[in-house]
């Protein structure tokens, strides 16, 4: 598997703090930064809209779909996703990493790493979380928020040792979590996801 970092738009959508990531692509900052500023300077603060699908009979009749519709970025018009259902909510990504900022505005962590993948369809930020002290190293731990645009993948929190980079360290980080949290993007998942940090047992 290839790093996947979304490059349309022209510039690499990946941030990290002070350590430069093996593909080398990228922003490498020096301070601490806010979700705003992280989703920014990765890349990640795209529109996503759910439009309804156009079917098309033999005869040139088109027909307004009220139960298929397709996901589309706004700035590049990348389709992300050609199919979803009816019930699918488009959770944007400040939305869906809104808990980065509660999480390290009561000095939980730092934002480590943010990046989208795959021409968007999928994004993530990594935040430092507890380590664990074995006495003669420590092994640093992190949050992990990912939001999804391709149907499939739902807004996840996991608790990892991965210090993601690229879509090769995300499935490292999701096959390896100690603790993870799925949420999909259906109506209630605002409320979903504000409960997803104390389900981690990490607040």
């Known amino acids: ?13 990946f941030v990290s703090r002070k350590v430069e990531a093996w593909h080398g692509l990228g ?6 930064v806010t979700l705003q500023e992280a989703l920014e300077l ?6 996503v809209e759910k439009l309804p699908n156009i079917h098309a009979y033999a005869n040139g009749e088109q027909v307004v779909s009220d139960q298929s ?6 700035d590049t018009k990348a389709i992300l996703a050609p199919h979803c259902g009816k019930g699918y909510t488009v959770l944007q990504n400040a939305e869906a990493l809104a808990l980065v900022d509660s ?12 990046g989208a993948l795959y021409e968007g369809k999928k994004s993530f930020v990594a935040v430092t979380a507890p380590g664990i002290d074995l006495g003669c190293d ?14 499939n993948t739902s807004v996840n ?23 993870r949290i799925k949420v999909k993007h259906t109506a209630n998942v605002k409320q979903s996801t504000g409960e997803a940090l104390a389900l981690l047992g990490i607040q």
Do not use: P
Request: charged letters at 15%; glycine letters at 8%; hydrophobic letters at 45%.
């Open 103 to 114: 999480y390290i505005a009561v000095g939980k962590g730092r934002i480590e790493t943010a």
């Open 157 to 179: 929190a996991i608790l990892t040792s991965v210090r993601v980079v690229c879509a090769n360290t995300l499935g490292a980080a999701l096959q390896s979590a100690q603790r």
């Open 138 to 151: 420590e092994v640093r731990n992190y949050v992990v928020f990912q939001n999804g645009f391709d149907w």
């Open 1 to 13: 598997m290839a790093h996947a970092i979304d490059q349309t738009t022209g510039s690499a959508a």
């Open 42 to 47: 990765g890349g990640l603060n795209y529109h």
């Open 27 to 32: 922003t490498v900052i020096d301070r601490d």
């Open 69 to 74: 519709f397709f996901l589309h970025r706004t």
